[in-house]
């Protein structure tokens, strides 16, 4: 047996990573520490993932019931075949399951797996079965690791929403979001109009001191070039080791920096050919920077003077020395004056280190429990005390803004200081994370394991597990803002998928709501700033202005006191805000004024109407709507009892994002009358056709729900675009098309519309898949509208810097709005160079004459030419013909002659490089039915091959909310499907999809609605 050690890195409650020497953290107080954990592996396992997850289950899981082997089994079964296209099973007993990959399938007995030591034997059978055919099927090594880890995380996925297993290349980050510190120059970026963009060089950094600016587009990170780079991957290239050095060239705008809100959306010039079809950019200013990197650390905790002698503290992470980060601000900022009130903002915040959440709350509190937390049957209880020597102030009045955001050590903090009546907590309920994950790591190069192993209680023992810290006071912005209401939203919800286990303590807390309810109206969207900034992501300033006025009118060393005092500026503020709602819902028609609420069941009937944007009055009602379309949902409501109802409102609940939330105002209804409010709504293109459900609910204010009605949304299929590319490359003047270094290359996009319905917002682009040894010049373009059946081309340029490894590069063409998108890569041919002549010519080209990309006259075939072209010049045996004012290719000539006067242009037919698997329907389901199953059926079709074809069926109300319900193995350029597909009640989606190979498919999503 090999004994395998684990470094306890520290308990944490984030997905994050700390250093493995402990002996040397500060802790104020030091937590109590377990002992290292041990596990033993087989040394003859065959994947020790497996084991080693299994095995710290087995020894450490906090809670030993739920390690059910046929659960666990099925759950990761459930996740490999949603995740690996061409792995898909069938249980068809509690006691045989049969997997299959592309045409393989194999019989698992289960009958063995009595517990969860069997367990890694069936797993690891079936994991050797599906690895082994991956490989036989040529799968890349990536998707043969994405399958081991799919099954093992959708098993612990199915034990709790935390416990996850981590490849190794992601470990680094994991530390450096712990740890808080990298190698790098100190800026943050972010991708604006399609480029890296610096947003903020932080103060006392390389990059700020040697005069990078807000706004410098990153053109060129050393000898690469950033056209179409993905933001991690330029974040990547500019960390490093200390004291290497970073080259980068900026673009810097003359014009002022535009507003960091601006999305940028490139305008389409109308040009009808061949085109660069791309926003003209600011050639602004071109410098050059070289930052030499060093130590560079995340800003944990900032602070500012509030009016009234109140100091604002923002935490934005518990990283490794946020409590050091504290202790010094507050020193900072309390040299010359003492606060006469504290507010600590931990809105938004996701957590972070246990032992960081408790030196924190300690830095408030001079004693008593600060956490407790427990682990599985057996365990030892671990409490962690406040000390006086770990104080900065007990005694000054607090409050502690919080939100539906705020998590794990955050809530920590929160709980600590509410349940010792330390400080008055403000903001929304928090998110409800009350489990202790730990970090086991088996070295360098290993995946990481992070485990639920222990679940926390707040002072009294109380667990706020799935339920949160309940403010005292919940306060919410709200208001109507370009007739968007948004005045009663409740706390959110906290909704764990149905496969993953909700955890559930027998500790929570009963139930709670705050003391007071104070919704603060605003008539305008405030944009908060978009520099990243640890102060950006905290409460905003009406918040953190309600707390202030708190803590000068009311404040108190005590929450309980301060709370006591609280009640005549709490009915101040509600009845000025009242006031303020009144007269702004007057302005609209809206009759808010407060009547008597009767007992009596009320009785009313509700009107949807669907209007056209142009139609004011809604005198042609649409009866049914498309995807794309925009539209006003109007909801008439009349009262149809006989006593006056007031404040009466709607608000609508949906499956549907741009239904779903959108509140109705209808205010004050007398007997008989009624009353009508209208949202203007935009359905997404991507939205699949059919019927989306949505629910009213009437609610009179002060009295709750008074109604509900149930309605659906028709929406019918417009039609989809679809896209199919070729392309041609070939130097920039002239040449044998085969990249030698230091030549200039154009390729040119042939974009087609291949599907029944328009493009909205298409783009070609092309990205650069082989480090510096290509540099990207020009890598995209956007096109107008593109009909069915129309073709666009667009032009991409780059330079070659080095050819002695592949050159490869990926090309796609997408629609953002439709989410429709296709794309490929290929390796660009290279060779040493073809000595050439330029003198024109004309030449015959014989029917299904071949053309090629280069003079070698072999590789990818660029398609057929028949009649007279023009040739500009000879490359050995082949001539270089024009076969479009820019398209040039190669073919063998056999014809050199004068042509006739009348001669006609050559007729060139394009090989498709590109063209997704098409999904052609016979029988399509009903978008509303009260039956269990549809049956769908159908033809796949491609030009060349299919490699297979699934169906997924995604409903996230139920015990199986995504699930593989058809598998079928690929028959050539065509395959009929017929298959029943199982309906659970509410909203189902479809998605068929068809594979050519695995960068290449084609799908098809469906709606259907179960009643």
């Not at 006025?549 to 009311?554: F, Q, S, T």
């Not at 005198?619 to 379309?629: N, R």
């Not at 010519?841 to 009649?867: D, K, M, V, Y």
């Amino acid at each position: 047996m090999l004994k395998r050690h684990s470094c306890w890195l520290l308990i944490l409650l984030l997905a994050t990573q700390f250093a493995c020497d402990h002996k040397t953290a500060k802790r104020k107080p030091k937590p109590e520490v377990p002992p290292e954990p041990i596990v033993e592996v087989s040394e003859k396992s065959p994947f020790p993932e497996l084991a080693v997850t299994l095995a710290y289950l087995r020894s450490y899981y906090y809670d030993p019931t739920k390690l059910k082997p046929d659960e666990m089994l099925a759950a990761g079964l459930e996740e490999l075949q949603s995740d690996i296209a061409s792995v898909a099973f069938v249980q068809t007993t509690p006691k045989l399951v049969t997997v299959q990959v592309d045409k393989e399938k194999r019989d698992f007995d289960l009958s063995k797996m009595t517990d969860i030591g069997k367990l890694e034997e069936v797993i690891s059978d079936i994991l050797k079965f599906v690895t082994l055919e991956l490989k036989k099927n040529g799968a890349p090594a990536d998707e043969i690791e994405d399958s081991i880890y799919s099954f093992i995380n959708g098993m612990l996925e199915a034990l709790d929403p935390y416990s996850v297993l981590i490849k190794p290349k992601y470990t680094d980050d994991l530390e450096m979001q712990t740890k808080g510190e990298y190698g790098g120059v100190g800026m943050v970026l972010s991708v604006r109009d399609w480029e890296i963009t610096v947003i903020h060089p932080t103060e006392g950094t390389p990059a700020f001191e040697e005069g990078v600016k807000e706004g410098d587009v990153i053109t060129q990170i050393d000898d690469e070039s950033t056209v179409n780079m993905l933001l991690n991957d330029a974040v990547d290239k500019i960390r490093g080791p200390e004291n290497t050095d970073v080259t980068i060239m900026v673009r810097r705008s003359k014009k002022a920096p535009k507003d960091p809100g601006d999305s940028g959306d490139p305008k389409d010039p109308k040009d009808p050919g061949l085109r660069k079809v791309e926003k003209e950019k600011d050639p602004g200013e071109v410098k050059k920077f070289v930052l030499r990197r060093r130590q560079i650390k995340l800003e944990s905790v900032s602070a500012r003077w509030l009016p009234g002698n109140v100091l604002y503290l923002r935490i934005n992470h518990f990283i490794n020395y946020t409590t050091d980060d504290l202790t010094a601000k507050y020193a900072e900022f309390t040299k010359d004056k003492k606060p006469s009130g504290l507010i600590l903002d931990l809105a938004n915040n996701p957590g972070g280190l246990l032992p960081q959440s408790v030196t924190v709350s300690n830095a408030f509190l001079s004693g008593g429990v600060i956490v407790s937390t427990v682990g599985a049957p057996g365990s030892q209880k671990q409490v962690f005390h406040a000390e006086e020597k770990g104080t900065l102030n007990a005694e000054t009045p607090m409050v502690v803004l919080v939100s539906s955001q705020s998590a794990s050590a955050s809530e920590i903090v929160a709980g600590a200081l509410k349940g010792q009546n330390r400080a008055l907590v403000v903001g929304e309920t928090t998110y409800g994370k009350g489990t202790v994950q730990q970090i086991f790591h088996q070295g360098q190069g290993q995946p990481i394991l992070k485990m639920t192993i222990r679940e926390y209680l707040t002072p009294g023992d109380v667990s706020i597990q799935q339920v949160g810290v309940v403010p005292h006071v919940r306060f919410v912005s709200v208001g109507v803002i370009d007739d968007i209401v948004s005045l009663f939203w409740p706390d959110a919800p906290k909704e764990t998928p149905k496969r993953t286990r909700t955890i559930k303590s027998d500790r929570q807390r009963p139930d709670e709501q705050p003391r007071y309810e104070v919704r603060h109206f605003i008539t305008e969207r405030r944009d908060r700033d978009q520099k990243n900034r640890v102060e950006d992501t905290g409460a905003d300033e009406d918040t953190i202005e309600f707390a202030r006025r708190i803590l000068v009118e009311a404040g108190k060393p005590k929450a309980s006191e301060t709370l006591a005092g609280l009640e005549a500026l709490v009915k101040k503020h509600l009845a000025e805000e009242d006031a303020r709602i009144v007269a702004d819902l007057a302005r609209r028609s809206v009759d808010w004024k407060k009547a008597p609420t009767s007992a009596r069941t009320p009785s009313m009937k509700l009107k949807p109407l669907l209007c056209a944007t142009d139609d004011a009055g809604c005198a042609k009602p649409l009866e049914t709507l498309s995807p794309g379309q925009e539209f006003f949902l109007e909801l008439h409501l009349e009262n149809a009892g006989d006593e006056v109802l007031s404040r009466v409102y709607g608000v609508v609940s949906s499956p549907a994002d741009f239904l779903d939330g959108h509140e109705y105002l209808f205010g004050q209804l007398a007997p008989g009358k009624s009353f009508s409010w209208r949202t203007r709504l935009s359905i997404p293109h991507r939205t699949a056709a059919g019927v989306e459900p949505y629910q009213v609910d009437i609610y009179e204010q002060g009295r709750g729900k008074i109604g509900e009605f149930r309605q659906n949304l028709v929406l019918s299929e417009p039609g989809r675009p679809k896209f199919a590319f070729t392309f041609a490359y070939g130097e920039e003047n002239g040449g044998d098309g085969l990249a030698q270094k230091d030549e200039t290359f154009l390729l040119h996009m042939q974009v087609k519309n291949i599907g029944d319905g328009p493009s909205e917002k298409l783009v070609s682009m092309m990205r650069n898949e082989s480090k510096n040894r290509l540099f990207l010049l020009e890598g995209r373009a956007h096109h107008e509208k593109l009909a069915p059946g129309q073709e666009t081309w667009a032009t991409m340029k780059y330079r070659i810097q080095d050819t002695k490894a592949p050159l490869k590069i990926e090309l796609s063409v997408f629609d953002t709005e439709f989410s429709e998108s296709v794309s490929r890569q290929f390796e660009l041919p290279v060779g040493a160079a073809v000595d050439g002549s330029f003198q024109p010519f004309a030449t015959l080209l014989p029917e299904n004459t071949p053309i090629w990309h280069t003079a070698g006259l072999s590789g990818l075939q660029l398609g057929t030419g028949a009649g007279w072209a023009d040739a500009v010049g000879m490359y050995g045996t082949a001539c270089r013909l024009k076969l479009t004012d820019r398209v040039f290719g190669f073919a063998a000539c056999t014809l050199r002659t004068d042509p006739p006067k009348d001669r006609k242009p050559p007729v060139i037919a394009w090989t498709p490089h590109v063209v997704p698997p098409r999904i052609l329907l016979t029988s399509r389901p009903e978008s509303l039915t009260k039956a269990e199953s549809v049956v769908i059926a159908g033809e796949v079709v491609h030009p060349a091959s299919i490699r297979d074809f699934y169906i997924i069926v995604s409903n996230f109300k139920s015990d199986k909310p995504k699930q593989k319900v058809y598998y079928a193995p690929g028959k050539g350029g065509s395959l009929k499907f017929d298959s029943t597909i199982p309906l659970s009640p509410g909203l189902n989606q479809i998605l068929l999809v068809a594979r050519h190979d695995k960068d290449l498919v084609g799908h098809l999503l469906l709606s259907v609605v179960r009643e």
